[in-house]
């Protein structure tokens, strides 16, 4: 039978299941990233399941994200992950290293792989055909611990790019016209696969810029063929032999299409608050900008970077009204533009260089002023997301946000006046020394693992009783991002690894009160609209409200990622109808009065007695799921399995 190139990889590495949408499917898994911000949560749980090394060919543990040591907290997680890393069995890559997805696609990335990530924007792998998606913390662990992957199988998009990309248009402006015709949700439970004559005029990072992005979708994973253009990469990279081809049959099938022809795209702008707010920038133009922000796990490689530096060097300098600041994905980078022009363009331009890192992406420093626009090449633009409360963030192409940069409002490159850069990459110096390899076996069991003091282990779910009794705490309306539970920015992020610490902070910019609401009444029910639990992938925004006593999220649609990390932790995950959402009141007394028969015997509903009105409400549950939440969460779940000799 022909096969789309999804159907190969998962086809590949099936362990149980059928490749039909919808259907329960567990498969192989090749390799782990992990970041710093999550990592610490999945190697404690990976300690908590008993094992004494990895059990995947390929784990890589990044520190990327909480670099600012305002004190003690980042650098003992630093100093945690890398004897974990040691200790366990995986790659280090050091501080300074590196964005994790820009360095696992230069050094890690391979054609019909797998790959799960505790980060969201993992993804970025299908870049050169891999099956790369993001995952929470726990299900890192488990995956770790040589467990099958497990995934509810996505429709199969085939995404036909037609012709080539016009001057100033870049791969940017291909993602955000997806997010434009199918907003946030419109990629739930999907992959999307790559195919037409124009993939051959996209690099390879080009390529990238679109499968990092395709989670703001909602999507799975976005993958692209393996073809000239990757054999290309990887022979840069001096890993000629990890290519393997990878095409869709001809005659393939797939569950949709859309067409995207390259050559009609214009010059497109994600404005405040959500990554589909796209319009084209004509229509915002001349907007005052107060800061632009190049680079992070998108858009940072070479080009990226060097077509600002170009723009405000022919120009004459970065606009004395704003500030302009430079990330590049990764050392490899850093040298390629200190080795030609690029950064002494930026310096004499007046940008600011900040090192390899996530940072602004995240709110790790270079926070804009108080409701003043900030443009940035970036994947997300959550308010605030950027460490700034009342921010307005545009998310744009580097041309966009180099012509930006200039004039200092918000410009379409085309209006410049001059020719776009004609940009040739450097050759890659590949340089291995800031990725430490683990120890054998026998030098790892003497290697001791260093906790600092807010290094805590994460709450464990309490058993799931027969009936559910709570509160409403919070009435949320739709496209509630996991920032809202687990906020961004410098204060917040260095209590990654301490729960009851972090749990401070929930929902403080929806409600400040919910915190201590959630304790006085002793936890209870979380209401939401649609595509709950959007963004990122940590699983601390469901860590946070199991800390706070919440038992079950009610919304009409939950987020692939979150969904899973709420059930990992024995969280329920209810679906809900608008008359149910609408009638909703804070503080009113809900009941879930069967909940452990009706999981337990396959119910396709709850009993839900809200107030004095009762309704049928909806269980997606799988029979797995329904096991793990019978169990009190995975961990709990797999423990049980373990001591009771039955297989996972």
């Known amino acids: 039978m022909a096969q789309n190139i999804v159907e190969k990889v998962l086809g590949e590495h099936l362990i149980s299941g059928t490749l039909a ?3 329960p499917i567990s498969y192989r898994m090749d390799q782990v990233l992990l970041q710093d911000a999550t990592g610490t949560m999945a190697w404690m749980e990976f300690e908590q399941l008993g094992r004494d090394r990895v059990e995947v060919p390929l784990v890589v543990q990044y520190v990327d994200h909480n670099m600012i040591q305002l004190d003690h907290k980042n650098p003992d997680d630093h100093f945690f992950l890398q004897t974990c890393a040691a200790r366990y069995g995986a790659v280090f890559s050091r501080p300074g290293n590196g964005i994790s997805h820009y360095v696992h696609l230069e050094r890690f990335d391979v054609p019909w792989a797998t790959l799960v990530g505790s980060d969201s924007h993992t993804t970025t792998a299908g870049a050169v055909g891999m099956f790369a998606l993001g995952i929470g913390g726990m299900d890192a662990a488990v995956a770790m611990a040589g467990h099958p992957f497990e995934l509810t199988y996505p429709s199969v998009v085939r995404v036909v790019l037609e012709n080539e990309l016009s001057p100033w248009v870049s791969a940017k402006d291909v993602i955000l016209e997806m997010l434009r015709r199918l907003t946030v949700k419109g ?12 993939v051959e005029t996209l690099s390879v990072t080009e390529r990238a810029t679109i499968c990092n992005m395709i989670l703001e979708l909602g999507a799975t994973a976005g ?27 001809a005659g393939a099938t797939y569950q949709e299409e859309m067409v995207i022809d390259l050559a009609s795209l214009e010059p497109l702008i994600a404005k405040p608050r959500n990554p589909d707010n796209v319009v084209p920038v004509r229509e915002v133009k001349g907007t005052k900008v107060a800061q632009v922000c190049v680079g992070s796990s998108v858009n940072s490689s070479y080009e990226d970077l060097a077509i600002p530096a170009q723009i405000v060097k ?20 850093l040298n390629a533009i200190a080795s030609t022009n690029v950064l002494a363009d930026y310096i004499a331009a007046g940008a600011r260089l900040l090192e390899p890192a ?27 997301r950027s460490g700034t409360e009342d921010d307005f963030v545009y998310l744009a192409s580097p041309a966009t946000a180099g012509a930006t940069a200039l004039r200092g409002e918000i410009t379409d490159p085309r209006d410049l006046g001059m020719d776009p850069p004609a940009i040739q990459p450097p050759k890659p110096v590949t340089d291995d020394s800031l990725l430490i390899l683990p120890p054998p076996p026998e030098d790892a069991a003497k290697v001791q693992v260093l906790r600092g003091p807010n290094i805590k282990p994460p709450p464990l779910p309490p058993d799931l009783p027969e009936s ?27 209590e990654r690894s301490n729960i009851p610490a972090i749990a401070e902070y929930c929902f403080r910019k929806e409600d400040p009160e919910f915190v201590s609401r959630a304790k006085e009444w002793g936890g209870g029910f979380i209401v939401a609209g649609d595509n709950y639990g959007q963004g990122s992938s940590r699983e601390h925004a469901a860590l946070a409200p199991l800390q706070l006593g919440v038992r079950a999220v009610f919304t009409k649609g939950f987020h692939r990622i979150h969904r899973r990390n709420l059930i990992n932790n024995g ?15 804070l503080g009113q007394e809900w009941q879930l009065p069967k909940v452990r028969s009706e999981i337990g015997g396959g119910s396709e509903t709850f009993t839900l ?40």
Not at 571 to 585: G, H, S, W
Request: aromatic share 6%; hydrophobic share 35%.
């Open 21 to 23: 949408p919808a259907e």
């Open 187 to 198: 990629g739930i439970n999907k992959a999307f696969a790559f195919d037409g004559d124009g």
């Open 223 to 249: 993958i692209f063929p393996a073809d000239g253009r990757t054999r290309e990469w990887l022979e840069e990279q001096q890993r000629a032999d990890d290519f393997r081809e990878l095409l869709p049959d």
């Open 314 to 333: 022919e120009g004459g300098g970065v606009s004395a009204w704003l500030d302009m600041t430079v990330s590049p994905g990764s050392r490899q980078v």
């Open 358 to 384: 996530c940072g602004p992406c995240v709110g790790m420093g270079q926070a804009p002023p108080s409701g003043q626009p900030s443009v940035r090449t970036m994947n997300r633009n959550f308010q605030g």
């Open 468 to 494: 559910l009794t709570g509160r409403v705490l919070i009435v949320l309306p739709d496209n509630i991002s996991t920032g809202s539970m687990s906020p961004d920015g410098v204060i917040v992020m260095a």
């Open 571 to 585: 969280i329920l995950p209810i679906l809900i109808d608008a008359d149910v959402y609408e009638q909703a009141l």
């Open 609 to 648: 007695q809200a107030g004095d009105r009762t309704f049928t409400v909806r269980n997606d549950l799988n029979d797995h799921e329904r096991e793990q939440l019978l169990a009190g969460g995975i961990l709990r779940y797999l423990r049980g399995k373990a001591a009771s000799g039955e297989p996972t």
